[in-house]
Nanobody, 127 residues
Framework: QVQVVESGGGLVQPGGSLRLSCATS????????VGWFRQTPGKERVLVSC????????YYVDSVKGRFTISRDIANNTVHLRMDTTKPEDTAVYLC????????????????????WGQGIQVTVSS
């Protein structure tokens, strides 16, 4: 069974920074599209950012453009989501999702394209 694990969440003050990490020991993440989603109570899960299998493609939802950065750390088999200039509206459970298939240049905008999901990690932006 493939396990995807998120880490790095917690409480941050508005304007502060956090770095979320997504890891799995099941296979190398290099070559697989990875997405970060977020969900708040009563609302649908939303794609925040994704990175394509070869790191040549990435996506950010408009509300985080210029503030969040997704990156892949091949040596540690991890995908990070750096969150800068955080806002209270960034408060959510953040979930990492991995496409089990390799290849292709593009990351995936639809959650149905992802095979493996983490449990989610809470991020709270509050003073």
């Amino acid at each position: 069974q493939v396990q995807v694990v998120e880490s790095g969440g917690g409480l941050v003050q508005p304007g502060g920074s956090l770095r979320l990490s997504c890891a799995t020991s099941a296979f190398p993440l290099d070559g697989h599209a990875v997405g970060w989603f977020r969900q708040t109570p009563g609302k649908e899960r939303v794609l925040v950012s994704c990175i394509g299998p070869r790191d040549t493609d990435s996506y950010y939802v408009d509300s985080v453009k210029g503030r969040f950065t997704i990156s892949r750390d091949i040596a540690n088999n991890t995908v990070h989501l750096r969150m800068d200039t955080t806002k209270p509206e960034d408060t959510a459970v953040y979930l990492c999702a991995v496409d089990g298939a390799e290849g292709g240049p593009l990351c995936h905008l639809h959650e149905t394209r992802y095979d493996y999901w983490g449990q989610g990690i809470q991020v709270t932006v509050s003073s």
